[in-house]
């Protein structure tokens, strides 16, 4: 029999693509999600295969019939505006829910691997980060939500090892970018595209100096999938260690799109880290992993997502 995986937050854009290797692999699927910001056109692709969904909001008891392997839990929100729009639901399943994914995980002597972020290290005062920093978050602020339900979850996630015994796994995922992204997600490269291929002006947020480094999302479902396979269960670094200002990556797109967009200015949102870079040597010796898709070809794939999807959306 194929070894089983829960996926949780299956309808998002990281869990709908690790859905899809895994099943190409041979795994059997369960995908779990509230649709809160997930999407069934995510995985309605997958309805003929090994593939069972289940719509639940996993800060509740989540009961699951039959083996499980491995858990991986990825429900959350994942942009600063749903943090602010939703930020009670995303405290919870940061907490609540990590609690219960990891108490499937014991129940079933499952591996589990936790979706943490960079946001655990804040606005670094390290630069790059490397998995033994331990960060600069504020605690009250607007990204606090987020920030600190994931640190939780880190906390919660290395107690279910050391006590219970859980084979628990940690990545701290840095910005990562590709297909499936929701058009009105926030976050800058889905609002660059988006507003680069309407024809709209380009919001870059403060002067456009502060720094990001940018993962496609192929390269990071390898990581992941490495790490499952590996046996540390120390935090591990994913992410593309090329730096970049937010104003680059707007022109990168302009540039890609053939747009005549302009770029404007608006706020820098409170506590917008300043840089951001994984430092990614732990990733290269435990797990022989580095990222391959170049910026100029992931960010092709994802404005051709894009280009689609609008012709879609105004048919
Ligand atoms: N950003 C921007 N314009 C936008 C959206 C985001 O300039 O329309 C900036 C944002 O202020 C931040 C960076 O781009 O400095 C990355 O933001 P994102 O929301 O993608 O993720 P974050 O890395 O902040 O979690």
Redesign the pocket.
């Known amino acids: 029999m194929s070894a089983r995986v829960v996926i949780t937050g299956a309808a998002g854009f990281i869990g709908s693509h690790l859905a899809e290797t895994l099943l190409d692999r041979g795994y059997s699927v369960v995908g779990i999600d509230n649709l809160v910001t997930g999407d069934v056109a995510n995985i309605a692709h997958l309805a003929n295969r090994d593939f069972l969904f289940i719509e639940h909001d996993v800060t509740n008891y989540i009961y699951l019939d039959g083996p499980v392997d491995i858990v991986l839990h990825w429900a959350s929100p994942?942009?600063?505006?749903d943090y602010l729009e939703i930020p009670i639901p995303t405290l919870k399943v940061g907490a609540l829910g990590t609690h219960k994914a990891l108490g499937l995980a014991k129940a079933k002597d499952a591996k589990f691997v936790l979706a943490s972020?960079?946001?655990v290290y804040g606005d670094p005062l390290e630069h790059p980060q490397k998995e033994s920093y331990w960060g600069n978050v504020n605690p009250i602020g607007p990204?606090g939500v987020y920030d600190e339900a994931k640190r939780f979850a880190e906390a919660m996630t290395t107690a279910y090892h050391r006590y219970h015994g859980v084979d628990a796994k940690i990545v701290r995922i840095?910005?990562t970018?590709g297909p499936r992204m929701r058009i009105r997600?926030?976050?800058?490269?889905?609002?660059?595209i988006a507003?680069a291929l309407r024809g709209e002006d380009?919001?870059?947020?403060?002067d456009?100096s502060?720094?990001?480094s940018f993962c496609f999302i192929s390269d990071l479902v390898n990581g992941v999938l490495r790490l499952i396979d590996s046996d540390t269960n120390e935090p591990v670094n994913i992410g593309n260690p090329q730096e970049m200002t937010?104003?680059q990556?707007?022109n990168e797109i302009l540039a890609l799109t053939d747009s005549r967009s302009r770029i404007v200015y608006?706020d820098?949102?409170v506590d917008?880290?300043?840089v951001?870079q994984p430092d990614i040597s732990r990733a290269r010796a435990l797990l022989d992993w580095e990222p391959r898709v170049t910026l100029a070809d992931g960010l092709s794939q994802t404005i051709e997502y894009f280009r689609q999807k609008l012709v879609d959306a105004s048919t």
């Not at 994942?78 to 505006?81: F, H, V």
């Not at 380009?202 to 403060?206: D, E, H, M, Q, R």
């Open positions: 994942a942009s600063p505006i972020t960079s946001e990204r840095f910005n970018y997600d926030g976050r800058a490269v889905p609002n660059f507003q380009l919001t870059v947020y403060g456009g502060q720094t990001r937010i104003g990556i707007a608006r820098l949102p917008d880290p300043r951001r």
